[in-house]
């Protein structure tokens, strides 16, 4: 018997279909339309209200106009902006981060720290 080395991979067998990514049955969503959704929510989001990075509402806190809730709140609402998901599924992730918040003890550690200054 001869043994024959390989001759390396093969093109794919173009008679054959093709899978579509995602999973069967769930919405085909262009990425392009997906990215584009997310820039435009950040941009409007940054343009409403007061500002709210990290170290605007540590001052803030700091100058007792906001409590600890209010950081905590506005960092998670961020947080769940931010995430390319419908928004059924953004306000499970809010309840998420916000029982991660309370149950974690290295997140808790983190939150008395900014509760402390």
């Known amino acids: 018997m001869k043994v024959e080395r390989p001759s390396g991979p093969k093109p794919p067998d173009e008679s ?3 899978a579509e990514p995602g999973r069967p049955g769930e919405p085909k969503v ?6 584009a959704s997310t820039e435009a929510a950040g941009a409007s989001g940054a343009a409403e209200g007061p500002p709210t990075s990290v170290e605007a509402l540590v ?6 106009e906001i ?7 506005t960092l998670v609402d961020q947080a769940a902006r931010g995430a390319p998901l419908r928004p ?3 306000d499970g992730l809010r309840e998420m981060l916000k029982a991660a918040l309370q149950s974690d003890p290295t997140l808790r550690q ?3 720290e900014i509760e402390q200054g």
């Open 16 to 18: 054959q279909p093709v």
């Open 30 to 35: 262009d990425f392009g339309e997906v990215l």
């Open 59 to 64: 001052g803030r806190l700091r100058a007792g």
């Open 67 to 73: 409590g600890v809730e209010a950081v905590l709140d």
């Open 88 to 90: 059924e599924l953004r």
């Open 110 to 112: 983190l939150v008395r």
